[in-house]
């Protein structure tokens, strides 16, 4: 194998392998005080993927149910040997009023 510095690749070459991140949603995307919401994702040619708010680290695949107490966003970081990508996705979370 051969090595190569980091210069050898100018910021200007499109990345190559980086993970690709095909799905990260929340369903449902709005929920009441005390409800929950399925974080879901589908990741590519990642070796490590992690979630933030405490979450960590999770397989390329899966789902995750939350209950924010206050609108939450999530971020998912893929990363490789290449970089990081990330996505992020939101749960809305509506007062309950008259109760």
């Known amino acids: 194998e051969e090595e190569t510095t980091p210069e050898a690749a100018p910021a200007e070459t499109r990345p190559v392998g980086l993970p690709v991140i095909n799905s990260f949603t929340a369903s449902p995307g709005s929920i009441t005080a005390g409800g929950s919401s399925t ?52 749960v809305v979370v509506e007062a309950v009023r008259g109760q």
């Open 39 to 90: 974080l879901s994702w589908n990741v590519s040619n990642a070796t490590s993927v992690t979630i933030d708010r405490g979450i960590g680290a999770v397989a390329s695949v899966g789902s995750r149910g939350v209950s924010p107490a206050t609108t939450t966003s999530y971020i998912l970081t893929a990363t490789n040997a290449a970089g990081s990508v990330t996505a992020t996705t939101q």
